[in-house]
């Protein structure tokens, strides 16, 4: 649309334009200022308004349309002059240097608009818009966001800023194929799901109940999820119902986790399983969902509610929302996992290697599912082969989480967790034959 605008106007159509979007940044610019002055939110560069910004980025528009060599770069040191000036002549004592680095900010916005209209009006509303969020972002800053949170969220991003561009792509043959990029991958994507989960938790609060905290716990841990919900409602008997809602709402959790590792992974390979996947996730969100009505109507039965801020799991206390020991655990885990499954397949072909998954998923389902996607990566197994180890690593997780159940909360709490996962087992075993046959 700009482009054709541009065309429409000739020649000078670039250099026209170009202006025109410098001037509705300026006024934008100095419209927030002006706004955030008449508020008395903050001190304020009492110079710098809305025909200020108008000026300045009509001044870098004109610096770089008018193509004299060096004249951007004398345009931006006459700005930052007039800005040192204005700030040093100010009568404020405590005046911020957001207006200020605002104004340079718009010089080269206005030189931006001649080069690049498309990118220089988006520029100028995410300049307005982060002006305009000052007292949001010190509260977010100062008040809301904890050490432990800003450490694991600056750990997260060095992993995939940092880290994760330095791994080699080269496939190993001593981890059965796997790639050290695709591993810090995997270990990234636990991570991205460990933070959402705890970030919804922190934001939701005990409002959303304990069905959708143990959905957000269970992206952590399904087999921990159901743990603690089997604790709280031996502790709290009221809460029963709701505590079965939260823990097979976790399982529904593992199948969403088990997709995103597949599509990860072995993206071909995945479109087989998403299906059955889907079918498991179903399953358990009905059964999740089905609880927590009955745990709503037993609530309004006895006129109890849980009390505000204990509902959520305990996956979101005051740790932060990475799980640093877990994570270390988890790429030793898949290591050896790997090198076992990829064994057992060479020594004893698919018995071997369903073996090995068995008995690595009794602990954990995460590694062998990660296992079995580098090998069908690697071309080293059949893409039926994938589904029918994915399954039964879920099964012979199940069985744990089945006796987790029963330990934690009581015959009566594992009973039921234990057949809301034989009835998902049952639904996704029939979706996987119907698929294979």
């Keep these: ?39 008395g939110a903050a001190p304020v560069m009492q110079a710098a308004g809305l025909r200020t910004f108008t000026i300045i980025t009509l001044s870098g528009a004109l610096a770089q349309g008018l193509d004299i060599p060096g004249l951007v770069a004398v345009g931006a040191l006459a700005v930052a002059a007039l800005v040192a000036i204005a700030y040093f002549r100010s009568s404020e004592k405590d005046i911020s240097l957001s207006t ?56 997260l991003a060095a992993l995939a800023l940092i880290v994760l561009p330095l791994m080699p792509t080269d496939p190993l043959p001593w981890l059965a194929g796997l790639r050290a990029s695709t591993m810090m991958g995997l270990l990234l994507l636990l991570l991205g799901l460990q933070a959402f989960g705890y970030l919804a938790l922190r934001v939701l609060g005990a409002q959303t109940g304990l069905a959708l905290a143990g959905l957000m716990s269970g992206l952590i841990s399904s087999t921990a999820t159901i743990a603690a919900m089997g604790h709280r409602t031996r502790a709290e008997p009221a809460l029963f119902w709701a505590c079965c809602a939260g823990a097979v709402m976790s399982t529904a959790a593992t199948w969403l ?6 599509l990860a992974l072995a993206p071909q390979a995945a479109q087989l399983f998403l299906p059955v996947s889907g079918v498991g996730m179903l399953a358990a969100g009905a059964a999740g969902l089905l609880l927590a009505r009955r745990a709503k109507a037993a609530q309004g039965a006895d006129g109890q509610a849980p009390a505000p801020g204990k509902s959520e799991a305990p996956a979101a206390a005051d740790k932060g929302p990475l799980r640093l020991k877990e994570a270390a655990l988890i790429a030793v885990t898949l290591s ?102």
């Design 1 to 39: 649309m700009l482009n054709r605008f541009s065309e429409l106007l000739g020649a000078q159509g670039p250099l026209v334009l170009g202006l025109l979007v410098a001037l509705g940044a300026g006024l934008l610019l100095g419209l927030e200022r002006e706004h955030h002055r008449a508020r």
């Design 100 to 155: 200020e680095a605002a104004l340079l900010a718009a010089y080269l916005i206005g030189v931006l608009c001649v080069q690049s209209p498309a990118l220089g009006a988006p520029a100028a509303v995410l300049l307005a818009a982060l002006l305009s969020a000052r007292e949001r972002l010190h509260r977010f800053a100062r008040h809301w966001l904890r050490e432990a949170e800003l450490r694991d969220g600056l750990l």
């Design 257 to 262: 986790q088990v997709s995103l590792m597949l």
């Design 336 to 437: 050896a996992v790997a090198l076992l499954v990829s064994w057992a397949e060479r020594q004893f072909g698919s018995a071997g290697l369903f073996s090995a998954v068995a008995l690595a998923a009794i602990a954990d389902a995460h590694a062998p599912v990660a296992s079995l996607a580098g090998l069908s990566n690697a071309g080293q197994i059949s893409h039926a082969q994938l589904a029918q180890g994915v399954m039964l690593a879920i099964a012979c997780n199940s069985i744990t989480r089945a006796i987790t159940a029963t330990l934690a909360g009581g015959r009566r709490f594992g009973m039921l967790i234990s057949l809301v996962l034989l009835a998902c087992l049952g639904l996704t075993g029939l979706a996987l034959l119907m698929i294979l046959a």
